[in-house]
């Protein structure tokens, strides 16, 4: 499966943004879905993350309440939807896509297919 993210841009502090993941390939609702993002001289890190069908979702403690995961597999996109952006969400936002998705959803390693990344910078 291919994975195209977008969405990303320049937005200040307070405001949205809405990230996609676009997939082709392979059938969609058989992978599990993560958002990671990696800030300029840190590590990548886990974000959000939805299931097959879209009924569980899990999110970093950094990002509970204000982020959103989503998936419409009859478009074969996931949506990460960004609300009360601060500065340190600044990063580049990366999709995953997991064949065997279970509880390590917080694990890279979990992910077969990973896009090509989409840049967020939040202003002060």
């Known amino acids: 499966v291919q994975l195209q993210a977008s969405g990303g841009g320049l937005v200040q502090a307070g405001g949205s943004l809405r990230l996609s993941c676009a997939a082709s390939?392979?059938?969609?609702?058989?992978?599990?879905v993560g958002w990671f993002r990696q800030a300029p001289g840190k590590e990548r890190e886990f974000v959000a993350a939805?299931?097959?069908?879209?009924?569980?979702?899990y999110y970093a403690d950094s990002v509970k309440g204000r982020f959103t995961i989503s998936r419409d597999n009859a478009k074969n996109t996931v949506y990460l939807q960004m609300n009360s952006l601060k500065p340190e969400d600044t990063a580049v936002y990366y999709c995953?896509?997991?064949?065997?998705?279970?509880?390590?959803?917080?694990?890279?390693?979990?992910?077969?297919?990973w896009g090509q990344g989409t840049l967020v910078t939040v202003s002060s």
């Open positions: 995953g896509a997991a064949r065997y998705f279970s509880i390590a959803y917080r694990d890279q390693s979990t992910y077969d297919y």
């Open positions: 390939g392979r059938t969609f609702t058989i992978y599990g």
């Open positions: 939805i299931s097959r069908s879209g009924g569980s979702s």
